[in-house]
């Protein structure tokens, strides 16, 4: 199955805006190569909610489109850090699993955060409550708004980078 690829831009941007904070923590506390995983990781992960155009009986902007799939992609993310930690104790399988938890939760939420610039918008709270967001920022395929996005993430990235690894060399 192929990767969606369209807008990925922005959804990319997106989640590198909202992992920025996240990997800034990591970073200072003194995990630089699990902050710089973490922008990867976002980053491969920003397109999943988009997955659903490819599986028959998904609305596209549906299920994958909500907090509780959030949530799951985060539990699974986080359970995949704590397996992997196992081994060298319980801090670190801990430390990994909030890690893995946090990574997986606010990518999937900055996807559908950009989504709901969209005059498409978003149900987040489906099917719980149908409170419908739509801010009608831009198209999703304006590719100024796309790649405006893509940049801001990026800096917001090299902001936490650099104040990160300014702080940690005091």
């Known amino acids: 199955m192929p990767l969606p690829h369209v807008h990925r831009?922005?959804?990319?941007?997106?989640?590198?805006?909202a992992y920025a904070p996240v990997g800034f923590i990591v970073f200072v506390?003194?995990?630089e190569g699990a902050a710089m995983a973490g922008a990867v990781g976002a980053g491969l992960l920003?397109?999943?909610?988009?997955?659903?155009?490819?599986?028959?009986?998904i609305?596209?902007?549906?299920?994958?489109?909500?907090?509780?799939?959030?949530?799951?992609?985060g539990l699974g993310l986080g359970l995949a850090g704590v397996a992997i930690g196992s081994n060298d104790g319980t801090l670190t399988a801990i430390g990994l699993g909030v890690f893995g938890?946090?990574?997986?939760?606010?990518?999937?939420?900055?996807h559908i955060a950009a989504d709901a610039l969209t005059p498409m918008g978003v149900e987040p709270y489906a099917p719980v409550r149908d409170d419908h967001y739509s801010y009608d920022v831009a198209?999703?395929?304006?590719?100024?708004?796309?790649?405006?996005?893509?940049?801001?993430?990026?800096a917001a990235s090299g902001v936490a980078l650099v104040v990160g690894n300014a702080l940690t060399n005091m």
């Open 101 to 110: 938890l946090l990574v997986g939760t606010v990518t999937i939420l900055s």
């Open 139 to 154: 198209r999703a395929a304006n590719p100024i708004a796309n790649y405006g996005l893509l940049a801001l993430g990026i």
């Open 46 to 57: 920003a397109m999943v909610p988009d997955y659903d155009q490819h599986v028959p009986g």
């Open 59 to 73: 609305t596209h902007r549906g299920l994958t489109h909500t907090v509780w799939f959030a949530a799951l992609v």
């Open 9 to 17: 831009e922005g959804h990319v941007g997106a989640a590198l805006l």
């Open 29 to 31: 506390v003194g995990f």
